[in-house]
């Protein structure tokens, strides 16, 4: 009787092999899918990089554009003279005494 029960526990670990070790190489690829180095957890982190850069870029083009739009009064065979006399009152500290002088924070300056 034991050695029947042998036989029996022998041939279903047998059985079992094959697709035990198919589930745990399965199970390993599924694992590395989800949180390996190019898995979607990763993927999500790296979507959320790009999109910070992609603000980023948006506002440094943004601030580029406005840049853009100050040099261009100062350029040219016609010059804003408003723009061009705001910016040497502001260079030189300079205003006249009638003139109202609202400071703007460090991080809020116009150029």
């Known amino acids: 009787m034991a050695g029947a029960?042998?036989?029996?526990?022998?041939?279903?670990v047998?059985?079992?092999?094959?697709?035990?070790?198919?589930?745990?190489?399965?199970?390993y690829f599924v694992l590395h899918a989800i949180h390996g180095e190019r898995g979607l957890?990763?993927?999500?982190?790296?979507?959320a990089i790009l999109?910070?850069?992609?603000?980023?870029?948006?506002e440094?083009?943004?601030?580029?554009?406005a840049l853009e739009r100050r040099v261009?009064?100062?350029r040219g065979e016609r010059i804003d003279r408003d723009t061009l006399e705001e910016r040497a009152r502001g260079l030189l500290n300079l205003y006249a005494r009638d003139e109202i002088v609202i400071p703007y924070p460090p991080d809020r300056r116009l150029y």
């Open 72 to 74: 261009a009064g100062l």
């Open 14 to 27: 047998r059985a079992a092999a094959v697709p035990g070790l198919f589930l745990l190489v399965a199970a």
């Open 5 to 12: 029960f042998r036989r029996w526990v022998k041939a279903a």
């Open 41 to 47: 957890r990763a993927r999500e982190r790296h979507e």
């Open 60 to 65: 440094a083009e943004a601030e580029r554009d």
């Open 51 to 58: 999109i910070e850069a992609r603000q980023a870029l948006a």
